[in-house]
């Protein structure tokens, strides 16, 4: 009696724990500032949490954004484009690899509308992605109509109706991190990069040599040396003012919108790209970027005014004068400060920047006999500089990189890109040793251990990158490098997955479904088709471990990566089961023929993931991913749904529920 009582206790629990459907945003929509002629449509979001959905304005071959797809009537138009309240949070995604824009909690959509008629319906439909630390969820497509009239009076209706849904809210999810939390990372990691910046442009031809003449100029004065460096504090101060006001100008110019946009533009990335490689040429020594002289004549020409206003002068006319070494630097910070789609992200990064470059003037100010220890000009310098170049012209492929990906070019794949990385460092190590002279300052005679050392850094990392040529995973830089699935050559997959489906006597009878789409990992011949996948099942007399996954689903890579790997699962997998892999995030369209609507949701089921979703959900009850099933050849569940858990004993218990 006890034992039975056990199973009844395990199997609610199971039920419990396992079988959810998550519904963690709540849809509203409403209308307000109705006027004769013009009306804001809001529709808002409640997010629980621990959740969160995304932007309209994040990158290609991410997360699904948020949009909004509005009917054609001629009883209205609409105005601009939607607005999102508040502001997205913006931050660097190591989950998606990317820079992503959220919202948690709640979120306000507004679009204005022009009003044609007096009483009129808006159709339409939007589409999003919910996600917490621990998988995303489907995209959803929910549809809406919202009732206007001229007499103020609105109602909204959803269009689909979910009936008799089971609704278990996820329990102990812990977000990426608050709003709070992802903006000072953001902002941080930009004001650091700002700093670095700063430093190497110090370090630049145009700069460093002027340290002395400028900070002797203000200890010298007459006025004792106290004034000396309250002038220098000025000087310094101008500095930071001058490029602080460079970034903020380029949030008010462009605005917060459009910095979005850019960060999630595959053409403003090419152009990013093409603006880093002229950079990076420039500081290769091919040509110099300089401003107009009359302009800084005349910038220079106010210096020799008195006062607070000539030490501005003085400081602008040194960022003038100096745009040849710090505009290359100083454009790929901004573009930089742009992609992370950051409104305060420009003048954080130019802060950063000035500060590096204006607080060794006001140390050689207050501490005049620290410029007898500084290195004496040279050649060096010039090897900063090129050394910046080399640097640059590798980080520029990762914008082109974004581009490749957004648009499926295929042209820069991991091996193309890595083989560009390995060239351009094994080319930099030859410099820094003398091997290679871009100039006439290159002449080494002898090599320095600073060099050397730094030689054998950029050597080591070449090397380091070599084996990535055939499929090593490179985790200390994989963030830069294109997806691992772009690789063409792998010595680590197995080809077992060849699109053809082996027979029970060795053979291959057809072309597998959706093999041209998807691989399953580690040479596992697995299925991405269901019914296909039962219909060999019964051919070869084995069960069937559906596999509910998806592009996005972090844990899903974590369990394959950490348990299925495992000998004895990867055994069990291979020889004891038919697997079937249904990705429920996928955009595949069906066939026309294929497309039907859900008796569980009445929703139109248009694409491949749309349609393992409704399975999932209608079949199994939630639609949270990893989730695994054993079922028979004829659909009929064998054992207990299994869901994330890098226990790998218990995966094989799992496997081993039917022996």
Not at 22 to 41: G, H, Q, R
Not at 458 to 470: D, E, H, R
Not at 504 to 530: C, L, N, R
Not at 639 to 659: E, G, N, R, V
Request: aromatic share 14%.
């Amino acid at each position: 009696m006890r034992k039975i009582f056990s199973i009844i206790l395990f199997s609610l629990f199971t039920l419990l724990v396992h079988a959810q459907i998550y519904a963690p945003v709540d849809w509203k929509f409403s209308v307000e500032n109705i006027k004769d002629e013009e009306a804001t449509l809001v529709i808002s979001a409640s997010i629980d949490e621990g959740w969160h959905i995304y932007s309209q304005f994040i990158e290609a071959g991410g997360p699904v954004p948020t949009s909004f797809k509005f009917d054609n009537s001629s009883s209205f138009s609409l105005i601009e484009d939607v607005q999102e309240f508040p502001e997205a949070v913006s931050a660097f995604d190591p989950n998606f690899k990317m820079q992503i824009s959220w919202h948690k909690e709640k979120v306000e959509f507004k679009q204005k509308i022009a009003l044609h008629d007096s009483s009129f319906t808006v159709t339409g439909s939007l589409e999003y992605m919910v996600c917490n630390d621990m998988n995303c969820l489907p995209p959803e497509e929910v549809e809406f109509s919202i009732p206007i009239s001229s007499n103020g009076e609105t109602g909204t209706k959803m269009a689909v109706e979910k009936e008799n849904k089971a609704i278990v809210k996820a329990e102990g999810d812990n977000h990426f991190g608050t709003d709070d939390a992802f903006a000072d990372k953001s902002l941080w990691g930009i004001f650091l990069a700002g700093l670095i910046g700063g430093f190497a442009a110090f370090l630049m031809p145009c700069i460093y040599p002027m340290v002395p003449l400028t900070t002797s100029f203000f200890t010298k004065q007459s006025g004792g040396r106290m004034k000396g460096i309250r002038r220098a504090l000025i000087y310094g101060l101008s500095i930071i003012v001058i490029y602080v006001a460079l970034g903020m100008l380029i949030t008010l110019v462009f605005g917060a919108s459009a910095l979005n946009e850019a960060a999630s533009s595959a053409w403003f990335n090419l152009v990013f790209f093409a603006i880093i490689i002229v950079f990076a040429v420039s500081f290769l020594g091919a040509f110099e970027i300089t401003l107009p002289s009359r302009f800084v004549n005349k910038m220079d020409s106010k210096s020799d005014k008195g006062g607070l206003i000539g030490i501005f002068f003085m400081a602008f006319t040194l960022s003038l004068v100096s745009f040849s070494c710090t505009g290359p630097i100083i454009g790929y910070l901004l573009v930089e400060a742009v992609a992370k789609g950051s409104m305060l992200g420009p003048a954080i990064g130019m802060l950063g920047f000035s500060v590096a470059l204006a607080v060794p003037f006001i140390i050689f100010a207050i501490f005049p006999a620290f410029l007898k220890e500084m290195p004496k000009s040279g050649g060096w310098l010039n090897t900063v500089k090129v050394s910046l170049g080399f640097l640059e012209l590798a980080l520029a492929f990762k914008f082109l990189s974004n581009v490749d990906l957004a648009y499926h070019w295929g042209i820069l794949d991991r091996e193309v890109f890595l083989a560009i990385w390995i060239v351009l460092f094994a080319v930099f190590g030859l410099y820094l040793l003398g091997k290679i002279r871009l100039s006439i300052f290159d002449e080494v005679s002898v090599i320095s251990l600073p060099r050397l050392f730094i030689a054998i850094l950029v050597f080591s990392f070449t090397v380091y990158m070599v084996p990535g040529m055939w499929g090593a995973p490179l985790k200390g830089i994989s963030a830069w490098l294109p997806p691992h699935t772009t690789q063409d050559f792998d010595l680590n997959k197995i080809s077992f997955n060849t699109g053809t489906k082996a027979s029970s006597d060795g053979g291959t009878t057809k072309t597998k479904k959706y093999a041209g789409v998807f691989e399953a990992p580690h040479g596992i011949d697995a299925f991405f088709d269901y019914e296909e996948g039962l219909a060999y099942a019964k051919e070869v007399n084995k069960p069937v471990l559906i596999d509910f996954t998806g592009w996005s689903c972090v844990n899903c890579r974590k369990m394959e990566a950490s348990v299925w790997s495992d000998p004895q699962v990867l055994k069990r997998l291979k020889e004891d089961y038919v697997v079937v892999s249904l990705y429920v995030d996928d955009r595949t369209k069906l066939k026309s023929n294929e497309t039907y609507v859900s008796a569980f949701s009445g929703k139109n089921i248009k694409t491949v993931g749309q349609k393992w979703s409704d399975l999932q959900s209608a079949t199994f009850g939630t639609n949270s991913q990893p989730f695994y099933v054993i079922v028979d050849a004829e659909g009929s569940r064998l054992a207990p749904p299994h869901a994330f858990d890098l226990s790998i004993q218990k995966y094989l218990d799992f496997l081993d529920y039917t022996k």
